[in-house]
């Protein structure tokens, strides 16, 4: 069954490139699993790093259209990095990807393919329709792995009860953990040039396989 996810109007006299790949999906959410690391460090990783080799950030897929949205809300792509190009970076330095659990880890691998911020976020925390629209002055939330963000002007995931998304980081409000069981993915795209329901169904097709999802539905808003 969809969930109520829309965005708000207003931001595309901004920016107009603005779409939001949703999944949403029942699994029980476990620890990592090696088969899907060893794809990932023997065939995908190592297609990226030649993908991605010789090229600016703003030239990447996925990445591009991010900064170029963070640009123009007023937010500097530099100083606050896209989640995707924060993995990527990653990915071009030769660092290990972290290991989350079962549904996290592909998150990263949809992200590092497309260049896109993947979230995923437990329906069972989310209070409400979901919206996303630009954060106010004054708003932000603690994130995952990390202290107080000042979300200003940021694009955000929010419900009745606040802002708990975004394609920069998360908060720990609605993250995924072990007990989580209804999930809603969300994938960020701010580039109409980039093939987004072919990408819906290769991001199902790897919650299946590796994270054991089911009921799966798939659309874009």
């Not at 437990?122 to 107080?148: N, P, S």
């Amino acid at each position: 069954m969809k969930y109520d996810v829309t965005i708000d109007k207003e931001l595309f006299s901004v920016y107009p490139e603005i779409r939001l790949g949703l999944l949403r999906f029942h699994a029980d959410v476990k620890a990592p699993d090696e088969r899907f690391w060893d794809y990932m460090n023997t065939e995908v990783l190592p297609q990226v790093r030649s993908c991605i080799e010789g090229k600016e950030w703003n030239e990447i897929p996925g990445i591009k259209g991010s900064r170029a949205a963070y640009k123009a809300f007023g937010r500097n792509p530099g100083r606050y990095r896209v989640s995707s190009e924060a993995l990527i970076r990653r990915v071009r330095r030769g660092d290990e990807l972290y290991h989350i659990n079962s549904v996290v880890d592909m998150n990263n691998l949809i992200s590092v393919k497309s260049g896109l911020s993947v979230g995923s976020y437990d329906l069972g925390q989310i209070h409400g329709a979901i919206k996303l629209r630009k954060a106010e002055h004054g708003e932000g939330y603690t994130g995952i792995g990390k202290d107080f963000l000042d979300m200003e002007n940021m694009l955000v995931l929010a419900d009745d009860v606040g802002i708990f998304g975004s394609s920069m980081s998360d908060s720990t409000r609605a993250m995924v953990t072990d007990s989580a069981s209804d999930i809603l993915a969300v994938v960020y795209c701010f580039e109409n040039d980039i093939d987004l329901e072919t990408l819906l169904c290769e991001a199902e097709k790897a919650f299946v396989q590796f994270a054991g999802a089911y009921d799966i539905d798939t659309w874009i808003a």
